[in-house]
């Protein structure tokens, strides 16, 4: 799967509390919502054939994150990225259809006073992780990704810390249906405003690309990661698994002794550096 030929976007505030924890939800206080637990906005951290910027830098890693120059606080964020097929009507998108899921880390720079969402999003190589990719043929209701749960910890000279709340997949303010349309809604009509930026134009920049990787937003934190950030040494992972098949004690037991392979688990790894 070549990623680098696919824009990367994210989803920011769709789990309730995230951005509370976060400290970035006075970052968001102007943006206008259709409701109290709509999503507050799309956000860029890749684009394809971008001439210049830090937007043009493939930052995707299956193994590791890398820490910035200037020792920035970075926090995981655990979430669900989806792969999807895009149509285009007119330059304007007209079909999202979900193909693929994956465990996700959109690790992100605390930086109260950033611009752009997307300024805390993407550093260079190695800023963010996708886990292996399972195949998706909708985001209907009943569908498959509805018995996942996600998981996120940071392993610390050893010992395994619970980093975000397990959680049900089902439990984003925005899901099925619900967030597809509102993610063809955003790519086309989005503007740049605030902490916002103009998805269209991205698109249009990028040739109008075929397939699009959606991080669908961060979990809420446990006390531990909401008060500890990344050091070189680290080891982040971030875990989708069925609840049909593991609970979430087996899932951080067998975490603590070393790994969780199993069919329908994507599991991603990130040595800290």
């Known amino acids: 799967m070549e990623l680098n030929k696919v824009i990367g976007l994210g989803v920011a505030g769709n789990f309730a509390g995230h951005l509370e924890q976060a400290g970035e939800a006075k970052d968001f206080a102007q943006v206008k919502v259709a409701d109290a637990t709509a999503p507050k906005a799309i956000f860029p951290f890749y684009v394809p054939a971008a001439t210049a910027g830090f937007l043009s830098v493939f930052p995707l890693s299956s193994c590791r994150i890398q820490t910035t120059d200037s020792g920035d606080n970075l926090q995981i964020e655990p979430e669900v990225a989806i792969l999807c097929d895009l149509t285009y009507r007119d330059g304007l998108v007209t079909e ?9 880390n959109d690790c992100s720079i605390r930086k109260p006073h950033a611009r752009k969402i997307s300024e805390k999003k993407n550093w260079g190589p190695n800023s963010k992780g996708v886990g292996p990719l399972l195949p998706l043929d909708s985001l209907l209701p009943g569908g498959v990704l509805d018995g996942y749960r996600i998981a ?15 959680s049900a ?3 984003y303010s925005y899901f099925h249906q619900r967030l597809v349309s509102w993610l063809i809604d955003k790519m086309n009509h989005q503007q740049d405003e605030g ?3 103009h998805i269209a134009g991205l698109l249009a920049q990028a040739g109008h690309p075929r397939q699009a990787l959606i991080s669908i937003g961060a979990t809420r934190y446990t006390p531990f990661g909401e008060s500890h950030y990344l050091q070189s040494g680290d080891e982040s992972l971030v875990v989708l698994y069925p609840a049909a098949d593991f609970t979430p004690e087996a899932v951080q037991a067998a975490l603590a002794q070393g790994h969780l392979d199993a069919p329908g688990v994507s599991l991603l790894r990130q040595q800290v550096v």
């Open 152 to 166: 996120s910890f940071l392993r610390r000279n050893g010992e395994l810390h619970p980093y975000g709340q397990d």
């Open 195 to 197: 902490p916002a930026e």
């Open 96 to 104: 999202l259809q979900p193909v693929a899921f994956a465990a996700y």
């Open 169 to 171: 997949v089902v439990d």
